[in-house]
């Protein structure tokens, strides 16, 4: 795993510092690129959200609802590693708000985020809002972007070329996203409207923003209230599965009465 971007930790530094030192960040990531195992499937399958399995249904393509619901089970893992584990009684249960974001029900200190693109998937969970993005750099043309970008971000995109371009747009993109989705208020708020270039004079206060590579194909970004940490748990499908037997088999039992 790459350090974070080293032009946009200091976009964030520039941007604001944060006033919530004793906050919790933490990050989480999986590879989904293969099929998952059958038993693993479907046992995954079986646990997720009413909601999700709505999702799950309306995907045309088998591997964006892998990704989709690879990304429920990893906020699940994560949270029942370090957040909420199932001997504090609390069910994790998860409702969507007006924009689509969804949030834990009952529990309104945690706060999470989910992104899946390409080959991952990435969690970000906080005591306060917080947002997450990864995109997988796909070759295309970008005439399209400049509607979407702010000025300063116009020009320094075009400062580039060739591939170099089309991984910075994705960086752009991926700040920008994450923004908007610690918001949580879809694409109400403009893309336009702020700007997350290196040169930047906007203010992105209270919030921060910091880039990272997870793969050379995969930037991502997460943007919160407290202090970003560097690191990223890594964590696998099978990983994945380790941390929520004790869901799976709490959920056999009540299948079972």
Not at 10 to 19: G, I, N, R
Not at 54 to 64: A, H, P
Not at 120 to 136: F, K, L, R, T
Not at 167 to 188: D, H, M, Q
Request: with cysteine; glycine share 6%.
């Amino acid at each position: 795993m790459r350090l974070p971007r080293d032009e946009v930790a200091h976009a964030a530094e520039t941007a604001c510092e944060p006033d919530r030192p004793d906050e919790r960040v933490k990050l989480y990531a999986v590879k989904a690129e293969r099929p998952l195992p059958r038993e693993l499937h479907a046992q995954f399958l079986a646990l997720c959200s009413p909601f999700r399995r709505d999702k799950l249904r309306r995907y045309v393509r088998e591997e964006d609802a892998r990704r989709s619901l690879m990304a429920e089970m990893l906020l699940r893992a994560a949270l029942r590693k370090d957040w909420l584990k199932r001997s504090d009684g609390v069910p994790l249960v998860f409702e969507e708000n007006a924009y689509g974001k969804p949030n834990l029900t009952g529990v309104p200190r945690v706060h999470f985020n989910l992104s899946h693109s390409g080959d991952w998937c990435a969690c970000a969970v906080s005591e306060s809002p917080i947002g997450v993005d990864v995109e997988q750099v796909r070759q295309q043309e970008l005439g399209w972007a400049d509607k979407l970008l702010a000025e300063d971000e116009k020009i320094e995109l075009h400062a580039t070329a060739g591939i170099e371009r089309l991984k910075r747009f994705f960086e752009i993109w991926t700040l920008k996203e994450s923004y908007v989705k610690a918001l949580g208020k879809g694409l109400s708020h403009g893309l336009n409207t702020f700007s997350v270039a290196k040169t930047s004079v906007s203010r992105l206060e209270p919030y921060r923003v910091t880039g990272y590579w997870l793969d050379d194909r995969h930037p991502a970004a997460v943007c919160a209230l407290a202090a970003i940490p560097q690191q990223w748990t890594i964590l696998s499908p099978n990983g994945v599965g380790n941390l929520l037997v004790n869901d799976i088999e709490a959920m056999r039992g009540e299948c079972r009465e």
